[in-house]
């Protein structure tokens, strides 16, 4: 018996109702900041990702989806969203328009982790770019964006954590003190951090083994170590987010797990007892873009796990609204009844109005008793008599009332049944 891959999930009908209303929202935050949806392959070149997010990082080393295909080429599955995009701004010559460009995005992404409540190897993301602009008020207008996001969806009780993390300038004398610090506990740091002591020094901050984060806090703080313009930034996108009144903590062992950043990162997360899983986080990469072969743009941007969001919503007990089904059952008496009752039914949905139609051979008893099943308000009853008369039975489910109607008034008095999709709001009503 097959079942799906560990790490994936079906995301079943009476699921989708949290997923069309995060979506909704999401695409509701980002014309509200003007940002732009784009979509790139779910697949790219292996190296794009290799020299992006960092040879050393755990997600290139353990976590990516890579294999060669037919024309020996190596891919990956993406990973994230960030390196793709920049691809994209790159080869389709977007630093010709006028710069930042805002754009979002929701993917897939493919990661081989363990998994766990809220992490899948198949996950999906809601994220934002903004490329082309070093203004630390864009930095606040990304964190301003997921933070209304958040809000947007009724969830409470989030902290936003906020660090910097230099720069070439200032960041490789702060790694090599952090290095010396760190070198004298290297008998005791957990495996994975051992590892990182040679190839990935920051990252030294951000394990979450209990040893390892005693060893951390008496680490020396990058913020303590900033050059001028990297101090700059971090007192302005502290003193603009008091502006607009959105609180936050400083951690200086937030680092992010992108080799891509600098300056400004941030996690947004829950405020539950024990809670070290974030809802979404990103931070500023000046240089990603030169390092994919682009010119050198300055750009800023987050990632917000849709899971993880659906799990925090279900845990704070917050209802969403239903996608809308349809409220009209349309049953027959007799085989001559189904053939003008498959008719009735394409001319009331052509009309807009939500409408299911009795399958099978049950008799119009069973037929009436699924109409209650699926909770139909009304009933359109095509019996044979009525049809020699022109005419048909249409029936109020809640209050068991019913009249003889012409055939040709049916669509006319079930106006105000429809429901469908609408690309500006997907889980709403025509």
Avoid at 297 to 314: D, H, K, S, T, Y
Avoid at 331 to 360: F, N, P, S, W, Y
Avoid at 368 to 378: C, F, V, Y
Wanted: include cysteine; charge should be negative; proline fraction near 5%.
């Amino acid at each position: 018996m097959y079942k799906a891959p560990r790490g994936t999930q079906d995301i079943l009908p009476p699921e989708q109702s949290y997923w069309c209303f995060v979506s909704q929202k999401a695409q509701e935050i980002c014309q509200l900041y003007g940002y732009k949806r784009i979509e790139t392959p779910m697949f790219e070149e292996a190296g794009l990702f290799q020299r992006g997010i960092g040879e050393g990082t755990d997600i290139v080393e353990k976590e990516m989806y890579t294999f060669q295909d037919h024309g020996g080429d190596l891919m990956t599955l993406r990973p994230e969203g960030t390196a793709s995009v920049c691809r994209a701004y790159i080869e389709n010559g977007m630093s010709n328009l006028p710069q930042p460009v805002r754009l979002y995005y929701m993917a897939d992404i493919f990661r081989y982790e363990r998994p766990q409540a809220g992490r899948y190897r198949q996950h999906h993301q809601f994220g934002c770019e903004a490329i082309g602009d070093s203004d630390s008020a864009l930095d606040v207008e990304i964190i301003e964006l997921i933070w209304r996001f958040y809000a947007s969806l009724g969830l409470e009780n989030l902290t936003l954590q906020l660090n910097s993390i230099g720069c070439p300038i200032c960041r490789p004398d702060y790694v090599r003190e952090l290095s010396e610090y760190y070198s004298q506990f290297s008998n005791v740091l957990c495996p994975n951090c051992k590892t990182r002591l040679a190839r990935n020094t920051l990252r030294l901050l951000d394990c979450k083994e209990e040893s390892c984060r005693k060893i951390a806090h008496d680490a020396p703080k990058i913020a303590e170590r900033l050059c001028s313009d990297c101090d700059t930034n971090f007192q302005q996108v502290k003193h603009f987010l008091g502006e607009i009144a959105i609180p936050f903590q400083i951690n200086p062992f937030l680092v992010r797990g992108l080799d891509y950043y600098t300056r400004t990162v941030f996690e947004i997360i829950p405020q539950e007892e024990g809670a070290q899983t974030a809802l979404g986080g990103g931070g500023r990469y000046d240089l990603l873009i030169e390092q994919l072969g682009g010119k050198p743009v300055p750009a800023i941007g987050f990632a917000a796990g849709m899971e993880r969001i659906i799990l925090n919503l279900n845990k704070q007990g917050i209802a969403v609204p239903l996608i809308p089904e349809p409220k009209v059952y349309v049953a027959h008496a007799d085989e001559e009844g189904k053939a003008q009752a498959v008719k009735l039914i394409a001319a009331l949905r052509q009309a807009g109005i939500g409408a299911m139609l009795a399958t099978g051979s049950r008799s119009l008893k069973a037929q009436l008793k699924k109409a209650n099943a699926i909770g139909a308000t009304e009933a359109v009853i095509l019996g044979g008599d009525e049809l020699k008369r022109g005419t048909v039975v249409l029936r109020n489910m809640a209050e068991g009332k019913q009249e003889e109607i012409p055939l040709g008034e049916v669509a006319k008095r079930l106006q105000g049944y429809g429901v469908g999709y609408d690309r500006n709001n997907e889980c709403g009503t025509l």
